[in-house]
């Protein structure tokens, strides 16, 4: 059962010594310090995988704030869940978060709760803005010119070209070629 701390800063000017002093309390052995010094929008942060790859079942992370873990609720309840899945409890000072409580633990469900929330609402608002945009007559799919379509596929399935390659002169999404390969497909076997 090892402590660990991750520290974080956005900018490189920028210095770590608010959490460091925060830090010490907990007398941490400085091997167990992951520290970064890149945004916190991005989970694809070296140092932080270092040490989820690191803790195991009994361990504990302790944070400044919950924006050094991640400046997103989704990715921060993301990574709670995936250390409470494995056992490893995280404790954030400033908030007075400890995984480990039952005070914690009710704190985290709200969170989640309260995320759950706000993305159906979010969801919720922006299929009334079709809504009222569609029937402004603003809000259509964009043609899409199927012969062009056939042309740009025959090319991939000779590996003429690559399938990015081809969805983006089309002018659409990945997800909106591969729905077209599919159609495709479907209206063959027919």
């Known amino acids: 059962m090892a402590n660990y701390c991750y520290l974080r800063v956005s900018t490189v000017e920028q210095n770590l010594d608010r959490q460091l002093e925060a830090m010490k309390k907990f007398d941490i052995p400085e091997e167990n310090y992951f520290v970064e010094k890149v945004s916190g929008k991005n989970m694809n942060r070296p140092e932080l995988q270092k040490l989820l790859d690191t803790v195991q079942e009994g361990d504990t992370i ?11 609720t989704h990715d921060l309840l993301k990574i709670v869940e995936t250390l409470t ?4 409890y995280l404790i954030s000072n400033k908030e007075n978060f400890d995984t480990s409580t039952p005070t914690g633990k009710l704190m985290l469900t709200m ?27 603003k809000f259509k799919k964009k043609d ?12 991939v399935d000779k590996g003429l ?16 070629w591969y729905n077209l390969v599919n159609a495709e497909k479907e209206k063959n076997n027919d």
């Open 62 to 72: 302790h944070i400044h704030d919950f924006s050094r873990l991640s400046r997103s």
């Open 85 to 88: 899945e494995r056992g490893v």
């Open 111 to 137: 969170i989640a709760a309260i995320n759950d929330f706000e993305r159906a609402n979010l969801l919720e608002r922006q299929m009334e803005g079709i809504a009222i945009a569609q029937k402004a007559g």
């Open 144 to 155: 899409i010119d199927m012969d062009k379509f056939h042309e740009l596929k025959a090319d």
């Open 161 to 176: 070209l690559s399938v990015q390659t081809a969805y983006e002169e089309l002018g659409v999404c990945k997800r909106t």
